[in-house]
């Protein structure tokens, strides 16, 4: 399974930005799988959860830090899942990871163990 993030920039505070993060299977056959979701890791610090959407049902789950600024959505034809990001802070700088996960149940899908396949990092940078 391979997970291909983008979308990250520099932008001012008060500012949007949009990370895209496709999946694929092996050999491009279509990704099944439980859940996805975005962690993010600061300089300096450990990484953190973000947000995360069940595939079936779409049920969503945000930190604290991001809940109702932050939007996480699916397109399940393009197998492809979105972080929108609003009124951003300079706290929000971070390189953002999407994952991926085959058998996350609710009560993991905040932790990095929850997942078993991660896409490359995606650079995003708050000026104040």
């Known amino acids: 399974v391979q997970l291909q993030a983008s979308g990250g920039g520099l932008v001012q505070a008060g500012g949007s930005l949009r990370l895209s993060c496709a999946a694929s299977g092996a050999s491009g056959r279509t990704f099944s799988g439980s859940a996805m979701g975005w962690f993010r890791q600061a300089p300096g610090k450990g990484r953190e959860f973000v947000a995360a959407i069940r595939w079936s049902g779409g049920n969503t789950y945000y930190a604290d830090s991001v809940k109702g600024r932050f939007t996480i959505s699916r397109d399940n034809v393009k197998n492809t899942v979105y972080l929108q990001m609003d009124s951003l802070k300079p706290e929000d700088t971070a390189v953002y990871f999407c994952?991926?996960?085959?058998?996350?149940?609710?009560?993991?899908?905040?932790?990095?163990?929850?997942?078993?396949?991660w896409g490359q990092g995606t650079q995003v940078t708050v000026s104040s």
């Open positions: 994952a991926a996960g085959t058998g996350t149940i609710v009560s993991t899908l905040r932790y990095e163990y929850g997942y078993n396949y």
